[in-house]
């Protein structure tokens, strides 16, 4: 399954307290690896450096709570489950069908 992650860095605290996570994020991002079961296809950070976004692929919703429970002390989270268009299409215009068929 093919997931969006969308993260802002979270708020709060002192510019001090702020500074001290922002550096120890930086230091866990040297030597974090996600999970075996995660595929990261993109990983891209907002402009503004308040958070960013990424497209993960896994088999293992356990695995990915382990991969974002890892950065739970320094970002704010949410997970939005999608699949390609391609594959959408073919499931809207059925549900389309389905609903068109009420109104005959």
Do not use: C
């Not at 499931?91 to 389309?96: E, F, P, Q, R």
């Amino acid at each position: 399954m093919k997931f969006v992650i969308a993260f802002t860095t979270q708020q709060g605290g002192s510019e001090a307290d702020r500074h001290e996570a922002a550096k120890k994020a930086q230091q866990l991002l040297a030597t974090w690896q996600p999970s075996d079961a995660a595929s990261i296809v993109q990983w891209v950070s907002r402009v503004d450096g308040n958070g960013g976004f990424s497209i993960v692929e896994t088999d293992s919703a356990e695995n990915s709570l382990g991969d974002l429970a890892t950065w739970s002390s320094f970002l704010d989270f949410q997970v939005y489950p999608v699949i390609d268009i391609g594959d959408a299409t073919p499931v809207t215009d059925a549900a389309l069908g389905t609903r068109a068929a009420l109104d005959n």
